[in-house]
């Protein structure tokens, strides 16, 4: 072999290899999402945002729930049979109301049982959704986040209180335009959060938890943690299986020259073994 | 077998399969998709003995910057349906596959007045979404068919980045002697904009239900008592709006609508595994069989 064959074919490997980790990472997916569903009879749908770099100039470029995520994601439950539970893992930020609703109310009429997964987040839209379902499972560290409507890079329940606080003659017409909309968007968020909490183990606080949820009562990022959900009255348990969290490490930030955290990997555990300090 | 291995890893071998792998399959695989699109609409067209017009808007993500690009219901969109209706004998009937956010006003009154005006049966396929312009355009059908989660929206017309109906707000709530001249010069197109729309919605509606309700849905719709975005699914249309709403929406109209995917994006964020999933005994949905 010449010396130029070896250089072709260092070349071709490191040409092809990108596609073949690819390759891999989608076969041991599948071969996951297969044993889950399998192991509880159901089908996994994930819906997994995650922020991209571009490699071109660096720009991030945000995923959020968009009306392409919500038609993927009816498509595949249109797919499954009325009695067939659904396994549905979110990690997102949220999205459009719009798209998110979809789904919820897709997730709220299926007939078989809708599990939620939140190994991670789920924050706005994603919280919308899982309010739909029959159960939320959450990692013991992962959080929800409130529902209430944005416009634009403002919250509505903040636009609102411009107008409660300044006299309207003082307010610049922009934001009575937004006001305006801001109204109906809180309204029909709240509304639309009280459907989907309908026949929910909420003890009748449904009103109130639509309200909390709904009207701007924190701030848009603020984490509704495991114990709080709970608090609230949610519909949510914390034996999340380990396949869902194993499955979400196949799912790892795309593009990112360093990564940020590191560690060993492999579980770590206290041996049972005497300390070496209680040796005197 | 040698000879093959020393052809791979001459230069010209590898242009060669470079090339194959770059050009002539990417070009291979459009082909086959826009084959399978013909087929499919094609089938439906032959199902139904109708006349088959698709029109999806999905958002494109230009590939340099990632800029999503927005795409709605423009003059080209109406100028090319309306060439197809008219390409379309008057007894035929005409299946409209709708996918949109909506868009210009004058480009979906078009479209929809063309249907309106077409002797044949007219009919309004709605498989996911058709928002504001689409939800106009579905008014106009004779028979409007939506999947069960699928949803329309209002047509309150939107002037720029405003609702016309929040415009008028600011004008009913503030004193006037403190409100910008251009709030009020959009308050006055939003007052005609909003009138406009209501009378169309209303012409559309028209021989569908009495004079009456058809004055008092298109001013539900196009009033903005809602926000734009709102979603109206099967059950709102049905009892608010009181239209006549089917939803047996035939399988075929779900494998055209899935041949015109989303341009590809680097990852894409809902993933499943593919195939129907069924009890065992239960018997497969129409979509089911067709995959």
């Not at chain 1, 380990?242 to 593009?255: A, C, E, F, I």
């Not at chain 2, 004193?175 to 209303?202: E, F, N």
């Amino acid at each position: 072999m010449a010396i130029t064959d070896i250089f072709w074919f260092f070349f071709l490997l490191s040409a092809l290899q990108p596609m073949m980790t690819r390759r891999l990472l989608e076969f041991s997916r599948q071969r996951l999402i297969s044993k889950i569903e399998n192991d509880r009879g159901s089908r996994v749908i994930l819906l997994v945002h995650r922020q991209e770099t571009m490699s071109f100039l660096g720009f991030p470029v945000y995923r959020y729930i968009d009306v392409d995520d919500s038609e993927e994601v009816l498509r595949a439950i249109h797919m499954t049979g009325k009695d067939v539970p659904i396994d549905l893992i979110l990690h997102t930020p949220g999205g459009l109301v719009l798209a998110s609703l979809q789904i919820a109310e897709a997730v709220k009429k299926h007939k078989g049982k809708v599990t939620v997964f939140v190994p991670h987040y789920a924050m706005s839209g994603g919280t919308l959704i899982s309010l739909a379902a029959s159960e939320i499972v959450m990692s013991e560290h992962a959080v929800l986040g409130p529902v209430d409507p944005q416009l634009g890079k403002y919250p509505a329940a903040s636009v609102l209180k411009v107008i409660a606080k300044k006299p309207i003659k003082d307010i610049e017409d922009e934001t009575l335009i937004m006001a305006d909309q801001a109204e109906k968007a809180i309204i029909q968020v709240r509304e639309s959060v009280k459907e989907l909490l309908q026949g929910k183990p909420t003890n009748g606080k449904v009103d109130e938890l639509a309200r909390l949820l709904s009207e701007g009562t924190w701030t848009h990022d603020f984490p509704i943690t495991y114990e709080r959900a709970k608090a609230l009255g949610l519909h949510v348990n914390s034996n999340i299986p380990d396949d869902v969290l194993k499955l979400m490490g196949l799912y790892p930030q795309p593009t990112r020259t360093q990564p940020t955290v590191e560690y060993l990997p492999g579980p770590r555990t206290r041996r049972p073994a005497a300390s070496p300090s209680a040796n005197g | 077998m040698k000879r093959l291995l020393k052809w791979i890893f001459s230069v010209r071998g590898l242009v060669t399969v470079l090339f194959v792998l770059f050009v002539v399959a990417p070009a291979m695989e459009s082909c086959r998709t826009v084959k399978l699109r013909d087929d499919a609409i094609n089938a439906l067209e032959k199902k139904r003995g109708s006349r088959v017009i698709v029109l999806i808007h999905r958002q494109e993500s230009v590939n340099v910057l990632g800029v999503p690009l927005v795409r709605y219901i423009n003059i080209e969109d109406s100028e090319a349906i309306l060439r197809a209706i008219r390409f379309t004998d008057k007894n035929i009937p005409i299946d409209f596959i709708i996918h949109t956010p909506g868009g210009l006003v004058l480009a979906a009154s078009q479209i929809a007045k063309a249907i309106k005006r077409h002797p044949a049966k007219t009919t309004v396929f709605v498989p996911h979404y058709a928002m504001s312009g689409g939800t106009l355009i579905a008014l106009a059908a004779n028979e409007i068919v939506m999947d069960t989660n699928a949803v329309l929206g209002p047509i309150d017309p939107q002037l720029g980045d405003f609702p016309a109906a929040s415009v008028l707000k600011v004008v009913e709530r503030k004193p006037i002697d403190k409100i910008d001249d251009m709030t009020l010069v959009l308050a006055d197109q939003s007052q005609k904009a909003i009138a406009q729309v209501t009378a169309l919605a209303q012409e559309l509606l028209s021989g569908k239900m009495p004079p009456e309700k058809a004055k008092e849905v298109a001013h539900r719709l196009a009033s903005g008592i809602w926000t734009h975005d709102f979603p109206i699914t099967v059950e709102t249309a049905k009892e608010l709006i009181g239209l006549p709403i089917s939803t047996e929406i035939p399988g075929e109209v779900f494998l055209v609508t899935s041949l015109y995917p989303q341009a590809q994006q680097s990852q894409p964020s809902v993933f499943y595994l593919p195939g129907p999933r069924y009890k065992k005994g239960e018997p497969a949905g129409q979509e089911a069989a067709l995959r």
